[in-house]
């Protein structure tokens, strides 16, 4: 241990300060600083202050709409010196978003160069592009030299900057916002400025309207990449009623024919905040990964507009169905949140619904609009008071030259002999000698009557909130015209649809190519499935002293039922079966056997019967679509009394059955007289003294009841020859016609 570290002596200038309150303290700040002046946005110009001092710095340059670009280097260092001390690259990041047209609904600046692109790819360095504003930004930035909005000192006090931009836009659900704070984030999708200014005008005219009624007009996002957004209108209406939700987007896409029957998927438009290259690469990955079946290749032909070409692994593909499974799998559908939490009034963090929003911006234009008529009316004022002096001159100017030559103090002069006032006389000695010759009276008595007349309409107008709320309305009209759904950049790009009902589809079985096969299952419980139905299994090999049990055509996309000794029926998907090449996996791999034995398996069809035995000779009929289980412990269908085992499993179509016990007495009845059940321990089948069941099936009377003996043949016994043997369910039935195998099974 080293010496402990002594506090200076005499002890001056030492302040003690608990760590966990200078850590509160600390992080309190910090915290804050994240919130107000990085990650939120203030509702009224819908504006980040990085965001509002690039365009303020870009005012002060004078890169106006149509007027020439300058270097985004002379941009960002004007910004990071004057107003933003921070990174370059940050705010060169924030002004190339601000001018894509896939970022930015509604793009602020105007660049020249390479901005970035929709595969992601990045902006040109700063020292090769170029900017200048655009007509949105010059909305935002309108009547800033006004006296619009309040000033504060830039962060060295040098000079100063806008707390606010006028905004008569609606920027912050025009463009939209992302953002995360501390504790807190923001996520704002972009919307249609025409219906937000019709939802404004509504606002306008019914002050108490609430988000459910604005939502006749704001249908939803609108993203700049376009796509379809297909969520229900009742979670939209909740969302913007709430400020909290989100909205699943779709890609847009086309069928297109491409001859001899064959055809691809065109995707037009993806979803917004995509990366067009990541989105391609991800489908790549999945179709090496075999997890896109239904798709055999992807494309990117995509010029100036995006055109990604899908192709089917086949033609008899539903392209709906594979548009789903895509829609499931990539980013061809992603989830847009929606969190509008803003700085309301610049100061306070809040979650706003779409009504609170609208209220913040237009309680925002009514202010700008107050005060940029005060601002007026001062200047008019002043230039009232120079009018009236002027006026009072003209009638002697020749004296008014004579006082300036000849006095030593013409401003006093002038005051006492025509009792002018000092900004008069001001104005009257900065003017020219010719002007002063040029005046003339009837010209400045019009100008005087003119802003005489403006004089009394602003001042009305500020007497009166009902002309105020008017004036706004004429202004987000103007701001509609030039936006409406008329004109390129206004008219709606995202549409809204119902997803297709995809409830009945089954995706397991979509998604697997759909091919024959030929499953196999020995007498020990092993499985494999052969590719193609094949007739000879002359060939086929087990493993040891094992041997063939059962095998049956079906397809890859089919269902395969098993049932134990157990009483349970387990699912297999014939998809995942082990191939042919080897003796196949045991079926207690795929399924919780718990020690039990296989009976028996069939491939499941829709609507297909299954008669189910135990060994003490109980039994019903289950329909198989009730046995489907979608776990490995399987679905307990036969309830057994110990020691009794299930012993039958075969189909149950017929319209008799036939019963063997292992007594050799065979016994045949009517199907109808087996109750159809979907679990429980059934009826009583056939009535044994000793022993139980051997073996049981369902046929069909009139083609006669067949069998197959241990050497292969099939055995026949025609309807009129099996008179002896029917009967009713529950007897004890009589020994089987000659040539029935020793084994009691029917084969």
């Known amino acids: 241990m080293g010496k402990p570290i002594q506090p200076p002596s005499g002890g001056e200038g030492v302040e003690t300060v608990s760590l966990k309150e200078a850590l509160e303290e600390r992080y309190l700040a910090y915290a804050l600083s994240t919130i107000m002046h990085r990650a939120l946005p203030d509702a009224r110009d819908g504006l980040k202050p990085v965001h509002r001092r690039i365009l303020y710095g870009m005012n002060l340059l004078r890169l106006n709409p149509g007027g020439p670009f300058k270097k985004s280097a002379k ?80 962060y060295d006090g040098t000079s100063e900057e806008p707390v606010v931009l006028p905004a008569a836009f609606p920027n912050l659900l025009a463009n939209g916002s992302q953002g995360i704070a501390v504790g807190m984030a923001t996520s704002i999708p972009p919307h249609n400025v025409a219906e937000l200014c019709d939802a404004a005008l509504y606002l306008i005219a019914h002050p108490k309207a609430t988000t459910d009624q604005l939502l006749t007009f ?65 489908m790549a990955e999945l179709l090496n990964e075999r997890k896109l079946p239904l798709l055999a290749d992807v494309r990117d032909e995509s010029a100036e507009d995006i055109r990604i070409v899908l192709e089917p692994r086949s033609r008899t593909v539903d392209p709906v169905i594979l548009m789903e499974s895509l829609f499931k799998l990539t980013e061809l559908e992603s989830r847009i949140p929606l969190n509008l939490n803003v700085l309301s009034g610049g100061r306070v963090p809040k979650v706003l619904s779409l009504a609170e929003c609208l209220r913040e911006w237009l309680d925002h234009r009514r202010e700008v609009l107050i005060r940029r008529s005060r601002f007026r009316l001062a200047q008019i004022e002043r230039r009232l008071e120079i009018l009236r002096g002027l006026l009072i001159i003209y009638l002697d100017l020749d004296r008014v030259i004579k006082i300036i030559r000849e006095h030593d103090e013409p401003k006093q002069e002038l005051m006492r002999v025509f009792k002018l006032t000092e900004v008069q006389a001001n104005a009257i000695l900065d003017t020219r000698l010719r002007a002063l010759r040029k005046l003339e009276e009837m010209e400045l008595k019009r100008e005087l009557g003119d802003l005489e007349k403006e004089k009394d309409q602003i001042e009305k107008l500020l007497a009166s909130p009902a002309a105020q709320w008017k004036t706004v309305g004429w202004e987000v009209r103007e701001v509609k015209k030039s936006f409406g759904p008329d004109t390129p950049l206004g008219k709606r790009r995202t549409t809204f649809e119902e997803a297709p009902d995809t409830s009945d589809i089954d995706f397991a079985e979509a998604m697997v190519e ?29 493993k040891g002293d094992d041997g063939l049990k059962t095998s049956f055509f079906t397809e890859t996309t089919a269902k395969i039922l098993v049932a134990a000794t157990n009483g349970k029926v387990y699912t297999l998907e014939a998809s995942k079966l082990p191939g042919g090449r080897g003796f196949g996996d045991p079926i207690s791999l795929m399924v919780d056997l718990e020690g039990a034995e296989i009976v028996m398996a069939y491939p499941y069809r829709p609507g297909m019967k299954l008669l189910l035995a135990s060994t003490d000779g109980r039994g019903f009929i289950a329909p198989a679509d009730e046995l489907i289980a979608n776990t490995r412990k399987g679905r307990s269908v036969l309830t057994l009394d110990a020691p009794a085992k299930l012993a039958v499993f075969a189909e149950g179509d017929g319209d008799h059955v036939a019963i063997i016990g292992e007594n050799r007495k065979l016994l045949v009845f009517p199907t109808k007289q087996v109750p159809e059940m979907t679990r429980g321990k059934g009826v009583r089948l056939q009535r044994y003294r000793d022993g139980g069941v051997s073996d049981a099936k369902t046929f069909k009377l009139k083609e006669g009841l067949t069998w197959r003996d241990s050497s292969g043949r099939t055995w026949t016994v025609a309807n009129g020859d099996l008179r002896e043997w029917v009967g009713n369910r529950a007897e004890a039935g009589r020994l089987p016609p000659k040539g029935f195998p020793k084994n009691n099974r029917f084969g």
């Not at 090769?128 to 309040?150: F, H, K, P, Q």
């Not at 847009?252 to 001899?260: L, N, S």
């Not at 299952?521 to 086929?540: C, E, M, P």
């Open 75 to 154: 941009v960002v260092g004007d910004v990071m010196g004057s107003f933003h001390p921070h990174g370059d690259q940050a705010i060169y990041d924030a002004l190339v978003r601000l001018a894509q047209d896939f970022a930015s609904r509604y793009p602020l600046v105007d660049g020249q160069g390479n901005f970035g692109n929709i595969d992601g790819d990045s902006a040109a360095a700063y020292r090769y592009t170029e900017a200048r504003m655009t007509e949105v930004a010059s909305l935002l930035l309108r009547g800033i030299d006004e006296d619009a909005v309040d000033f504060r000192p830039n």
């Open 218 to 282: 704001v249908q939803g996002p609108d993203f700049p990449t376009g796509g379809v957004v297909v969520e229900p209108k009742e979670s939209i209406a909740e969302a913007y009623r709430t400020g909290r939700g989100s909205f699943r987007t779709r890609a847009r896409w086309r069928k297109e024919t491409t001859g001899r029957g064959t055809w691809v998927i065109v995707v037009t438009e993806i979803p917004y905040g995509v990366p067009k290259s990541r989105l391609i690469e991800k």
């Open 514 to 542: 759909r091919e024959p096969i030929t499953v196999i299952v020995s007498q020990k419980g092993w499985i494999r499935a052969l590719k193609g139905h094949v007739a000879d299994l002359s060939t086929v090999q087990f």
